[in-house]
C-alpha cells in the first residue's frame, strides 16, 4: 500500500526531486502539482481537491509558489483510485487510509475492530460471486464456440501479435 516514512524527497538546486518516482517522472524531474498529479493519474483535479478536503492527501511541499505533493501522496491516490474501480465508497476507503497512517486515535484503535477487515470480507465475497459468473460464462461460451467453430467461423479473442 503507501508508507507515510518512505516518502522520498531530495533537495536539487533548491527544488525537491522527488526519487520514488515511475519511469516516466524520474525523465522529467516532474514537479507533483495537482495538474501534474491530475495528469499522471488521469484523474480529476476535483477529486484530488475533495480528496484533501477530507483530510486523505495534502500538499505539504512548495516549489516556489506552487504547492504540491509528495510521492506517498500519490500511493494513496493509487490506492484511493484502486478501491473506486473495485466499488468501495470513499468513505469506506478513507478509514482505512487514517488507520495506515496512524491518524486513529489509541481509544479508537484498542476498541475498535481494524476497518481493513470488513472491507476484505465484502471484496472476498465479490471476488467470489465474480468468479461463479464467469464460470457460468465460459460454460456457456464453450458449446457455442465449439458449434461455430465446426462451422468454419473465428470465434475468441484475438491476439495482437
Known amino acids: ?4 516514512e518512505n516518502a522520498a524527497a531530495s533537495v536539487d538546486g533548491g527544488n525537491p526531486v522527488y526519487s520514488d518516482a515511475g519511469e516516466e517522472c524520474r525523465q ?3 514537479v507533483l502539482s495537482i495538474e501534474n498529479v491530475a495528469r499522471m493519474f488521469k484523474h480529476p ?3 484530488l481537491r475533495y480528496y484533501e478536503l477530507r483530510g486523505l492527501i495534502k500538499r505539504r511541499h512548495c516549489v516556489g509558489s506552487i504547492r504540491v505533493f509528495a510521492w506517498a501522496d500519490c500511493s494513496v491516490i493509487a490506492f484511493i483510485i484502486k478501491c473506486r474501480k473495485a466499488g468501495l465508497a470513499l468513505g469506506e476507503i478513507a478509514p482505512v487510509i487514517r488507520s495506515a497512517r496512524g491518524d486513529g486515535s489509541v481509544h479508537k484503535a484498542k476498541s475498535g475492530p481494524d476497518p481493513c477487515l470488513p472491507l476484505i470480507d465484502r471484496l472476498e465475497r465479490r471476488r467470489q ?11 456457456a461460451y464453450a458449446p ?3 458449434g461455430l467453430i465446426a462451422l468454419g467461423c473465428d470465434v475468441g479473442p484475438r491476439s495482437r501479435s
Do not use: G, I, P, Q
Open 1 to 4: 500500500m503507501f508508507n507515510y
Open 28 to 30: 522529467h524531474d516532474v
Open 45 to 47: 483535479r476535483l477529486a
Open 129 to 139: 460471486a465474480l468468479d461463479e459468473a464467469l464460470d457460468e460464462l465460459r460454460h
Open 144 to 146: 457455442n464456440s465449439a
